[in-house]
């Protein structure tokens, strides 16, 4: 299988999260990919996620329901380690829809609403960071 080349940063979509043009951050030194969520409330074994952020236009939907979702320790870059809720989602690059874990961390004040790390680039992409946007464009030809 010959691997995608992709940028340091891309829009993409999460059609199951009905967020679409979304600016993510393509990260190898992070192994998990993380999304932003503004409000998460755990009742009844269910997450009801809110993902929306004043910065980013594009990134706004209603409440969604997660049954199936877990928890996971994540490292920061300054070694801080967190505990956060983890699901399981899609996504599109380059018009091909894949399966990809996604842990939920209020990223308001960051200038990309989603980090895509290693474990979901691992054996499907290479990273040229002197690109941008290379599956956006592909879905804009």
């Not at 979702?69 to 380690?81: E, H, I, L, P, Q």
């Not at 209020?106 to 609403?113: G, L, Q």
């Amino acid at each position: 299988m010959t691997k995608k080349i992709i940028g340091r940063v891309d829009k993409v979509d999460f059609p199951k999260l009905n967020l679409f043009n979304v600016d993510v951050k393509i990260d190898t030194g992070a192994y998990t990919s993380a999304i932003h969520c503004s409000e998460i409330i755990e009742e009844n074994n269910t997450l009801r996620c809110t993902f929306s952020s004043k910065g980013h236009p594009n990134f706004k939907s209603e409440n969604i329901i997660f049954e199936n979702y877990s928890r996971t320790d994540v490292k920061s870059s300054n070694g801080f380690k967190e505990n956060r809720f983890k699901i399981k989602s899609e996504v599109i690059f380059f018009g091909k829809t894949y399966r990809i874990n996604l842990t939920l961390s209020t990223r308001d004040d960051m200038k990309f609403p989603v980090l895509i790390g290693r474990q979901f680039l691992s054996k499907k992409f290479m990273v040229d960071v002197d690109l941008e946007n290379q599956s956006y464009n592909y879905k804009q030809a």
